[in-house]
């Protein structure tokens, strides 16, 4: 379009004109114009190029959503963000059950839900504004929540006793949970795209479970298509610095969303520099072991507004390799006007992400739609290409300050004040890169 814009034509249409003279010599004329506008054309492709190497063109870091609401639907403007902002989307249980459910059931009836339904119902609407959104199911891991509709099939004995988390040692329950995530995907006519896999931190919890989970994982990403994207809710570092549901898990799942990564810019025991390094030192290990594979997530994760390659298994529902790539996805929770807050968290998800095309990032206060998801920040617009190397420690005197350098920017994250610094380099001066006098600061908090 930008060719013909220039007043050219393509090669093709040059061609075409060239056949039409009758006269020899017209024919030469043709022929020579059709090799200078050739390479005009060229020239011009080269032009377009550099210019997208630029701020021009800038990519943004992707972002991920979740949420719901109830007991109605979200509004036709809150689907239009949706749609436009989000390359991947999870619908969050008991999602417009005053729409899907049914209010004549019992009060102890998932039917009063309907969350399966309401999950499918919501992914065709966004799938029609933009087919291109990743739209996932929210499946539990962890508790009976009897809002989706197969969870009436759920026997006292598939529960702990006087509790409502699953019982892992059932073989039953095993079964149906893997047989009720599959339906729901499957039976959705493809406007689901995969999985949300909360509670695994309390799975890990529950002697032998985790071992389960991950047979149960693996068992149903084998029964879903390929490309079927499917994410868990892990790493979470408890007050005795054990990290659950962390490596062994992911091993199992497309990518793991790290909830916890909120709370390192809140007041609370995980304040601790020395508990946030160790868990950022375990999800780096993420981009290391990725790094060694010799894999490049950019050209492999699900991007926003064209089509791309898909994470996932290898054709055929072969076994998952150690080599497939893994995506993370960060969560801030940042209240209204802390920028501060924010850019912590923002910072902290940065310094881990395998890649900034195809890690994602959340900030809310909780998942109602209105909990601050749709909020933007200048931050997610600006391009800081991809990462050169995981992050390192500044200086073996400030253990608690991390840097980490991209293709156009510096991440710096001090633990122990919990502030952050996103600088981005000055494009036009020569050797920025390498001067920090000549970087443009971003943020400053």
Request: hydrophobic residues 40%; contains cysteine.
């Amino acid at each position: 379009q930008l060719v013909s814009n220039f007043g050219l034509l393509s090669p093709f249409q040059h061609k075409r004109q060239a056949q039409t003279p009758t006269r020899r010599a017209d024919v030469r004329r043709d022929m020579t114009r059709h090799g200078t506008m050739t390479a005009v054309s060229l020239l011009v492709g080269l032009f377009v190029t550099l210019l997208c190497s630029s701020w021009a063109c800038a990519k943004s870091v992707e972002q991920y959503g979740h949420a719901y609401q109830a007991p109605g639907d979200f509004t036709d403007e809150q689907y239009q963000i949706i749609a436009k902002r989000f390359a991947v989307f999870t619908v969050e249980k008991r999602h417009a059950f005053g729409i899907y459910g049914n209010s004549s059931a019992p009060a102890t009836s998932p039917r009063r839900y309907n969350s399966i339904e309401a999950t499918r119902a919501t992914a065709r609407k966004i799938k029609a504004l933009n087919a291109s959104v990743r739209v996932l199911m929210y499946w539990n891991s962890d508790l009976h929540y009897n809002m989706y509709e197969c969870e009436s099939e759920v026997k006292p004995e598939w529960l702990l006793p006087g509790s409502r988390n699953y019982n892992y040692n059932n073989a039953d329950f095993r079964a149906w949970w893997v047989d009720c995530a599959v339906s729901a995907v499957t039976g959705s006519d493809g406007a689901l795209d995969g999985l949300f896999l909360d509670a695994v931190p309390k799975v890990a919890k529950q002697a032998g479970a985790l071992a389960h989970w991950s047979t149960m994982t693996s068992t149903l990403r084998a029964r879903l298509k390929p490309s079927a994207f499917v994410i868990y809710n892990g790493f979470y570092i408890t007050p005795s610095h054990e990290i659950l549901g962390g490596a062994a898990a992911l091993a199992h799942a497309s990518g793991v969303y790290v909830e916890s990564l909120a709370a390192t810019g809140a007041p609370s025991y995980r304040d601790s520099p020395s508990m946030t390094l160790q868990l950022l030192t375990a999800l780096r290990g993420v981009s290391d072991f990725d790094a060694r594979q010799g894999l490049r997530h950019g050209r492999q994760g699900p991007r926003h507004g064209r089509q791309r390659s898909r994470h996932g298994r290898q054709a055929g529902g072969a076994a998952l390799t150690a080599a497939e790539p893994k995506v993370i996805l960060g969560h801030g929770s940042a209240a209204p006007g802390n920028q501060t807050q924010f850019l912590f968290a923002y910072g902290v998800f940065l310094l881990v992400t395998p890649e900034t095309t195809t890690g994602y990032f959340i900030n809310n206060r909780g998942y109602n739609v209105d909990d601050g998801m749709l909020d933007d920040h200048p931050e997610y617009h600006k391009d800081l290409g991809a990462p050169k190397g995981p992050f390192v420690q500044l200086t073996s005197s400030s253990p608690w300050s991390l840097r980490r350098s991209f293709q156009r920017a510096v991440v710096t994250v001090h633990l122990a004040n919990h502030t952050a610094f996103i600088d981005i380099f000055d494009q036009q001066t020569p050797g920025s890169a390498e001067n920090h006098e000549n970087l443009v600061a971003l943020t400053v908090s």
